[in-house]
């Protein structure tokens, strides 16, 4: 590992020259105590075969480093995979799939497919927030008037055909945010009480779908933008805001745009590199992090497009 903090391109490809590399350095994140039955769980009795396959005299089933992971079944060598992870992690507004197809030469369409793979492995639905948690909710969807005119719903303003996504931060800790199918106090309170730890601090606006959540599981503050209040005596929600704007930027100036239908992926893309992809943070660390969440998170091209 180098001493400064960030991984430069050519030193990637210095580390990870070939498929051979790749593979000895996936195996040693996803089986850092040995290789390790995908199937049974076993790690005793397995036999090595040729060209990174094992077999495992347990349960009778052969298998590779990408057995049940995000790379299962998928033809594009193990080190274009690496530099896709690098790519995702290290961009702080993302990677579209025509600019990644140039980088490690396959198709838009291949990399539209491995984008949406890598996506997959960036949910988070075990973390639990602590302390002071920001609460915030933001639409995501196109402007009325950038729609044809048959697409148009001429049903007002604001949220009118977007779809909400519901954000928590904790105050100097992770982020959590989910789309929501409407913003309503049952669907507001469920999400929070899910995901955030009894006894903490709450800080939202002035929506009354928070109306209820302080008393017997938390304390609430509110702040109130109508009137013009974004801060009051430590009371703000300018954290999880901020989280909106990276968002918002990523998706209009790199993707352009997110189907409602896929947005959930996008939002845990850009939550994952805000708690795991922190520019502090070493590469390389940010790099394993990525790689232990791509087990058992296979995404097949039949279920992302059904």
């Known amino acids: 590992m180098c001493d400064k903090i960030t991984v430069s391109t050519f030193q990637l490809f210095e580390m990870f020259p070939d498929q051979e590399s790749a593979r000895k350095y996936l195996e040693s994140r996803l089986w850092p105590n040995g290789v390790k039955c995908p199937f049974c769980g076993k790690q005793e009795n397995i036999t090595t075969r040729k060209n990174g396959f094992y077999r495992c005299n347990e349960c009778g089933k052969d298998f590779t480093v990408r057995t049940n992971t995000i790379f299962e079944r998928s033809h594009i060598p193990l080190h274009k995979w690496v530099y896709a992870m690098y790519l995702l992690v290290t961009s702080r507004k993302g990677v579209s799939s025509l600019q990644l197809s140039k980088e490690i030469g396959i198709t838009q369409k291949s990399a539209w497919f491995v984008l949406h793979r890598l996506r997959e492995a960036c949910g988070d639905k075990l973390t639990v927030l602590s302390g002071v948690v920001e609460v915030d909710e933001t639409y995501i969807g196109g402007k009325e008037i950038n729609k044809h005119e048959g697409r148009k719903l001429n049903a007002g303003r604001g949220a009118v055909g977007k779809t909400a996504v519901l954000g928590m931060r904790q105050r100097g800790g992770r982020t959590v ?111 394993n992090s990525f790689v232990a969440a791509t087990a058992r998170k296979r995404l097949t091209y039949e279920r992302l497009t059904r």
Do not use: C, Q
């Open 177 to 287: 945010a989910m789309p929501v199918s409407d913003v309503n106090t049952g669907t507001l309170h469920a999400a929070v009480h899910a995901r955030v730890d009894i006894g903490s601090m709450l800080h939202t606006d002035e929506a009354a779908a928070y109306n209820g959540l302080d008393g017997l599981f938390y304390k609430l503050e509110k702040i109130n933008h109508g009137l013009g209040e974004y801060s009051r005596n430590g009371v703000t929600t300018n954290g999880i805001e901020s989280v909106w704007a990276v968002l918002k930027r990523g998706l209009h100036g790199v993707y352009h745009h997110a189907s409602k239908k896929h947005l959930a992926r996008y939002v845990d893309e850009f939550t994952f590199r805000l708690n795991d992809g922190n520019v502090k943070i070493h590469t390389l660390d940010r790099l």
